[in-house]
């Protein structure tokens, strides 16, 4: 079983900057893969960006690429996700997701969720 928990949420004005975290434990492996996806009031829910633990490989959504970076620290076990210039339509509540083997970005294929943190930026 693995445990996941965001933070870092908070409100912000465009153009600003905020980092998420997601504390991860429980039996997790350098073979796991790490997604970060994000839900907006009355939208489905979509990817944002995703790497594999051993962090040999990343992948971002169009829509941040370029402002966002996934990263990882393995002495704390946690991702991150440092988001820059940010925009009013990057206001959602962001989730962590983890899965054994390569990333997806279909949230589906994750069966591993934190509990999610609410990003606000203001106009």
């Known amino acids: 079983q693995v445990q996941l928990i965001e933070s870092g949420g908070g409100l912000v004005q465009a153009g600003g900057s905020l980092r998420l975290s997601c504390a991860v434990s429980?039996?997790?492996?350098?073979?796991?893969?790490m997604g970060w996806f994000r839900q907006a009031p009355g939208k489905e829910r979509e990817f944002v960006a995703a790497?594999?633990?051993?962090?040999?490989?990343?992948y971002y959504a169009d829509s941040v690429k370029g402002r966002f970076t996934i990263s990882r620290d393995n002495a704390k076990s946690t991702v991150y996700l440092q988001m820059n210039s940010l925009k009013p339509e990057d206001t959602a509540v962001y989730y962590c997701?983890?899965?054994?083997?390569?990333?997806?970005?279909?949230?589906?294929?994750?069966?591993?969720w934190g509990q999610g943190t609410q990003v606000t930026v203001s106009s």
């Open positions: 997701a983890a899965r054994h083997d390569y990333y997806y970005t279909q949230g589906y294929e994750y069966p591993y």
């Open positions: 429980g039996r997790t492996s350098s073979s796991y893969a």
């Open positions: 790497m594999r633990w051993s962090a040999d490989s990343t």
